[in-house]
């Protein structure tokens, strides 16, 4: 009996972790929460910009959105 609860929590969890990642997330959305954590670290000057995900850039790739089809870059300073 322990078993068979011990191996529905983990299917309810894995199922629970699942939908988020294969949600599509909106580039406002995630920019927003990207946003949030940066702050959150204490760095206050940064720029965050979605662009087209083959766009070529130096800058660091901190996200994709709108379902792989774009790029979030992060730039301090």
């Known amino acids: 009996m ?3 609860i011990v191996t529905a929590t ?3 969890v894995a199922c629970a972790m ?4 294969s949600a599509k997330t909106t580039c406002e959305e995630l920019t927003m929460q990207i946003e949030a954590k940066i702050k959150a ?6 720029t965050l910009t979605a662009v087209a995900k083959d766009e070529k850039s130096e800058l ?3 996200g994709t959105c709108d379902g792989g089809a774009k790029k979030i870059l992060y730039k301090r300073g």
Not at 41 to 46: A, E, I, L
């Open 2 to 4: 322990k078993s068979v």
């Open 10 to 12: 983990i299917a309810i």
């Open 18 to 21: 699942a939908a988020p990642a």
């Open 41 to 46: 670290k204490g760095v206050k000057d940064f």
């Open 60 to 62: 660091t790739v901190v």
